[in-house]
């Protein structure tokens, strides 16, 4: 495999997993959220994926940030009647967002974004080590 298409299908990886630790942190800053109407609806968590795509230049699969989707689970009631979003029986709803779940979600992003690095660390130190052999 040629080094550069390595370097640029690992950058693939790191731009997709950035992307989907954008969404999770949108989800982790909005789990206490409500709505600002009575009787509306919060924050509702979003769900990053990921596609492949045939990059002809590379001439290999890499993958790529796919669309963001709602997670239409049900939102949770409390009963507060003097909340400002509560409906007429008194209870708000609170986000579908379980903070341990995205917890978790991003520390997995966080070790494929990592593994990523890794890839272009060692593929950089192997140029360069390439390089200092061609030289002596």
Known sequence: MDIFKSLMIAATGL???SSRMR???ENIANAQSTATTPGGDPYRRKISTFKQEFDRELNAN???PGRILKDNTEFSLKYDPSHPAANATGYIKLPNVNSLIEMADMREAQRSYEANLNVITS???MMVRTIDILRA
Do not use: L, N, Y
Request: net charge positive; aromatic share 0%; charged share 25%.
């Open 15 to 17: 731009r997709a997993q």
């Open 23 to 25: 969404v999770i942190s």
């Open 62 to 64: 890499v993958v790529m």
């Open 123 to 125: 593929t950089r130190k």
